[in-house]
């Protein structure tokens, strides 16, 4: 025999609904906070690429006009340059190394946003004080 009446018929029952409801809630804030985290993550290796690109052509620039100039930069430096649409800050910081006419260039990166503190990003880069190209005598030498 069938039987007619609703019992037959299977359904979740308000309880179960309302745990189903409770899990829900609670992963959904969980999933929200970890994809925020990421685009955090994301937007922070953005700026540490650019901060990088800005420290390298700010270093390059350092090392043309020291070869254009014949002078090499010594003692600090500070500016603001621009790259992809955005201002950065730069301080640059050349001394002497134990080595004569070797000195030591730090740049750092500042976004403008941020006060200054401590660098988004550091890059040290090396110049020799002998700017003769290769095959000419040093400048004052024979």
Do not use: C
């Amino acid at each position: 025999m069938n039987n007619v009446s609703g019992s037959a018929t299977r359904g979740f029952t308000l309880v179960e609904v309302m745990v189903a409801l409770a899990v829900v809630a609670l992963a959904l804030p969980a999933l929200m906070f970890s994809l925020h985290q990421q685009i955090d993550g994301t937007a922070y290796l953005r700026d540490k690429s650019l901060a990088h690109m800005v420290a390298v052509n700010k270093l390059t620039e350092t090392r043309i006009m020291a070869r254009a100039t014949g002078r090499l930069l010594k003692g600090k430096d500070s500016g603001t340059t621009s790259l992809a649409n955005r201002e950065w800050d730069w301080q640059l910081n050349s001394t002497e190394t134990l080595l004569p006419n070797f000195y030591r260039v730090e740049i750092n990166i500042f976004p403008p946003e941020v006060d200054a503190g401590s660098p988004l990003y550091t890059l040290v880069g090396f110049l020799s004080a002998d700017l003769a190209a290769d095959g000419e005598a040093p400048h004052g030498g024979g």
